[in-house]
């Protein structure tokens, strides 16, 4: 056994991860969701998502493939277009890219609101906290004033000056029947998620195959290169972009290693 094998995933701080472990993303997110489950900010059905996930990037890579940086970019640019963009945050989110998320929604001058499958005053309020010490000012998603059509109540509560009246919303490791629902809604569906064949890539404007620790550092970084563009040149970002491209590329890295 090397010294690699005996990093347990129960360290205390993430900062006992070696960093040139050849797994390291791979703990640094296992530990986040553990820690993000202890807080009360990540259900505990937020680990199985996560090893969903674990197995479809260590299939990519552990890296940003060509396309999903694409697909970031072209993202971006769908963001700053935006009249009312909105960064969704569920518990798996907020336990593992926080910070990210509240400089991403600066970048781009958009809102965040938490939006979970498994809702309870308790988490959303924790959530919420979460986010503001890391550096948010306001947080949607406690008012919880309209519903989603055709989903079951709980799943369908948003903010009406939020998600409900966005017309570019980011959810990352979104549930398939919301995608799908939200999709109808004809909003621009941003969709971050490792599994190419899951439902809520399928149904998004822009499918991005990546993990979010990656994705939203450089969604960030394209906005703010973009900053100063255009809105031909951002136009022209968000035609060009080919969603069935991108999801062919990630599914034929994942099967064939291509
Ligand atoms: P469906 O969308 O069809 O309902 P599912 O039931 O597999 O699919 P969920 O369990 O609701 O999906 O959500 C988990 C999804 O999030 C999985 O597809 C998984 O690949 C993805 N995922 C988990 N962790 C990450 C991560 N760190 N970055 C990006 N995607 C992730």
Request: aromatic fraction near 2%; glycine fraction near 6%.
């Amino acid at each position: 056994m090397s010294d690699y094998d005996t990093v347990s995933a129960d360290v205390e701080h993430e900062e006992e991860i070696p960093a040139d472990h050849p797994r390291y993303q791979d703990l640094l997110t296992r530990h986040r969701i553990e820690t993000g489950i202890e807080k009360g900010i990540t259900h505990l059905q937020g680990m199985h998502a996560e090893g969903r996930g674990s197995a479809f990037d260590y299939l990519l890579g552990e890296e940003t493939i060509p396309s999903a940086d694409t697909a970031e970019r072209a993202a971006a640019a769908h963001l700053l277009l935006a009249d009312q963009p909105v960064l969704s945050i569920n518990g798996n989110v907020a336990a593992l890219v926080p910070g990210e998320m509240v400089d991403l929604a600066s970048a781009v001058g958009a809102d965040l609101e938490v939006n979970l499958f498994n809702r309870t005053p308790e988490r959303v309020e924790a959530i919420a906290e979460h986010l503001r010490e890391h550096g948010a000012d306001e947080v949607k998603g406690l008012t919880a004033d309209a519903r989603i059509p055709k989903l079951d109540h709980q799943r369908a509560k948003v903010d009406a000056d939020g998600i409900y009246a966005a017309d570019v919303v980011l959810v990352p490791l979104e549930d398939g029947d919301r995608a799908e629902a939200l999709q109808e809604m004809d909003k621009t569906e941003i969709v971050i998620d490792l599994n190419p064949l899951s439902r809520s890539p399928q149904v998004a404007a822009v499918p991005i195959v990546d993990n979010i620790i990656r994705a939203v550092p450089n969604m960030t970084e394209h906005a703010r290169d973009l900053a100063d563009a255009d809105e031909a040149e951002l136009r022209s970002i968000v035609d060009e972009f080919d969603r069935e491209q991108v999801l062919e590329d990630a599914e034929a890295r994942i099967r064939n290693g291509l």
